[in-house]
């Protein structure tokens, strides 16, 4: 699983393609809508570009919970990020892929936080939220995680990293449980590396 971070964002890109063909539709477009809205974007800690995240996310979803039939799944994996991040937001992903990818970037997409509310809670909040939508919003919302946790040296404080675990550990692990056994061994993995290495 580590060998994937000593890629490139063309060698990221390449591998998705190989595995989903390059026609397979509406991968290009989603994936061209990503690199444009991420562009110039980094990721903190690393400093890589912000897109190797999102198509790290999507090869998760297929070498992992084994998401390859499912277009609307990989394509929101590639822009789940860009209705919080870029000035795309979930309307235009709709207009420009389909309603399915559309809902699913709108479920992954934090809520604002409310006056006197901290991160975390904004972000349990929306996990509890997360809950009533569909499979799909829980895997992805699981690869993100397990790409977000395999990442975070560097990126967080160490109180943001307790954090960042204990929302992974109470609010994202039920999600992938319920919805994709082999991203939930990954995630769960992933958060005992994590745990033994603060």
Known sequence: MQEIY???VEELEKRL??????????IDKALE?????????????????????????ALWLLEIAEQKPNAAVICAGL?????????????DVEDDLSPQVGDLVRALTHPDLKDGETKFERNMRHLDGLRWEGRDAHIVKS????????TMDGAFTPERREEYIKETEDGVLPLTLASNTALYH???DALAAAKSAS
Do not use: C, F
């Open 6 to 8: 000593t890629l490139t």
């Open 79 to 91: 822009l789940h990020d860009v209705a919080e991040d870029t000035e795309l937001t979930a309307n």
């Open 143 to 150: 690869a993100d995680r397990l790409d977000n946790i395999l």
């Open 33 to 57: 809508m990503a690199k444009s809205a991420h562009e110039g974007q980094v990721r903190k800690g690393s400093g890589e570009p912000y897109v190797a995240h999102t198509l790290r996310t």
């Open 17 to 26: 393609l190989d595995q989903v063909g390059s026609t397979w539709p509406p």
């Open 186 to 188: 990954a995630l769960k």
